[in-house]
């Protein structure tokens, strides 16, 4: 099998295309796949480390206002088009495969044009601005929510398979539970909460942890707190004569290495609400607090945080109304009554999605099989 994947910008573009790829790389070891992105983004460092070809070309996501730099964007993405053909005519993949972002406009355009099938996966709940331009044009979309599917109207097939994440539910038992957790610093005598804000942290939500402590809001809970490597310092400083290495029920760290672990001994998760998150709370069937990060793309994190508060999976604390008091309450509230805990976690386990890799991979032989008998 031959593959172009189109993944640019984000870890949330990037990984899913990684996971794809490296799926088909299980199934058929002898297929070869290159990746498009930019040289802008993180696919620069991420899709070499994987072991994969990357090869770039010039996209830019472009906004409605008229601007001699907005021109000069959509001139060079035009002539990113350009390099898209030449990449895929040289390449004859059987299928090119976008995961989002506007990367995806030059090459599934550029691989329709020649009559190459196409996939594209959205893992938000509110598809973005480059899946609804190519709706009409590409052959499979694939979701990783149902509440997504409505909101591609204009597409020929819409699948609900979910995002293929690296993390998964491991039924510990007790003494290997209760090893992790003294691995962390803590004990297993109070609730544990897994506070973290993505790789580069989350300041609102590191603010409202700061006040926790300095409140000594957190007597009834011990939380594990991944501050983000940047913010890590900050909030050491802001912290003042409290030393952030011995802060009783807390364990402050910049980032966690072995989160798979760390999410499966957690009782309940405050986080933001990328897509990914989502999938991996879902997964993991996890209570959580979610704090949906303000000003991105058609408020995407909030519609995908709604997946999980409309079953009554988690709780939604809007960023702008965030405070060490509230976040304690909400936190309080939850981790009090073991029953809510538990109804909660099953709720979000309930819309999971299983043998995600299995799915997407099934789909990409379909479209090969089905252009091969035309």
């Not at 699948?159 to 803590?186: A, D, H, M, S």
């Given at each position: 099998m031959r593959v172009i994947v189109a993944a640019a910008g984000t870890a949330g573009h990037i990984n899913p295309g990684l996971a794809?790829?490296?799926?088909?790389?299980?199934?058929?070891?002898?297929?070869?796949?290159?990746?498009?992105?930019?040289?802008?983004?993180?696919?620069?460092?991420?899709?070499?480390?994987?072991?994969?070809?990357?090869?770039?070309?010039?996209?830019?996501?472009?906004?409605?206002?008229?601007?001699?730099?907005?021109?000069?964007?959509?001139?060079?993405?035009?002539?990113?088009?350009?390099?898209?053909?030449?990449?895929?005519?040289?390449?004859?993949?059987?299928?090119?495969?976008?995961?989002?972002?506007?990367?995806?406009?030059?090459?599934?355009?550029?691989?329709?044009?020649?009559?190459?099938?196409?996939?594209?996966?959205?893992?938000?709940?509110?598809?973005?601005?480059?899946?609804?331009?190519?709706?009409?044009?590409?052959?499979?979309?694939?979701?990783?929510?149902?509440?997504?599917?409505?909101?591609?109207?204009?597409?020929?097939?819409?699948?609900?398979?979910?995002?293929?994440?690296?993390?998964?539910?491991?039924?510990?038992?007790?003494?290997?539970?209760?090893?992790?957790?003294?691995?962390?610093?803590?004990?297993?005598?109070?609730?544990?909460?897994?506070?973290?804000?993505?790789?580069?942290?989350?300041?609102?939500?590191?603010?409202?942890?700061?006040?926790?402590?300095?409140?000594?809001?957190?007597?009834?809970y011990q939380v594990i707190w991944a501050t983000g490597p940047k913010q890590y310092d900050i909030i050491k400083e802001n912290l003042g004569n409290i030393d952030i290495e011995n802060i009783e029920n807390m364990k402050v760290v910049p980032y966690i290495y072995d989160m798979e672990k760390v999410m499966n001994v957690a009782d309940l998760i405050v986080a933001r609400s990328g897509a990914m998150t989502i999938t991996e709370i879902s997964n993991l069937g996890k209570a959580s607090i979610l704090v949906p990060l303000p000003n991105v793309s058609n408020n995407h994190q909030m519609y995908n945080a709604k997946v999980l508060e409309k079953i009554n999976a988690a709780k939604i604390i809007v960023n702008d109304d965030l405070n060490g008091k509230l976040l304690n309450d909400t936190i309080t509230e939850i981790v009090s009554d073991k029953e809510k805990l538990k109804v909660m976690g099953d709720s979000a386990y309930s819309i999971s999605i299983k043998d995600t890799q299995d799915k997407i991979f099934q789909e990409i032989l379909a479209l090969i099989n089905k252009n091969n008998l035309k």
């Open positions: 794809i790829a490296n799926k088909i790389k299980q199934e058929q070891p002898n297929s070869e796949i290159i990746f498009i992105g930019t040289t802008r983004g993180l696919e620069n460092d991420l899709v070499p480390r994987a072991g994969y070809e990357l090869k770039t070309i010039e996209a830019y996501g472009l906004s409605k206002k008229i601007s001699f730099d907005n021109l000069k964007k959509l001139y060079k993405t035009f002539r990113g088009l350009g390099q898209a053909k030449k990449i895929v005519k040289e390449f004859k993949p059987d299928i090119v495969i976008g995961t989002g972002g506007y990367i995806c406009g030059a090459v599934i355009t550029a691989a329709s044009q020649q009559g190459i099938p196409t996939l594209l996966h959205e893992s938000n709940a509110f598809p973005g601005k480059a899946v609804k331009m190519l709706a009409k044009r590409t052959d499979t979309i694939l979701v990783s929510f149902q509440d997504a599917k409505d909101r591609i109207p204009d597409a020929k097939k819409v699948v609900c398979t979910g995002t293929p994440v690296k993390i998964k539910k491991q039924n510990y038992g007790i003494n290997e539970k209760n090893e992790i957790i003294k691995e962390n610093g803590l004990n297993s005598s109070k609730p544990i909460v897994l506070v973290y804000g993505g790789s580069q942290g989350a300041q609102k939500i590191n603010e409202a942890l700061t006040q926790i402590i300095k409140e000594k809001l957190n007597k009834n």
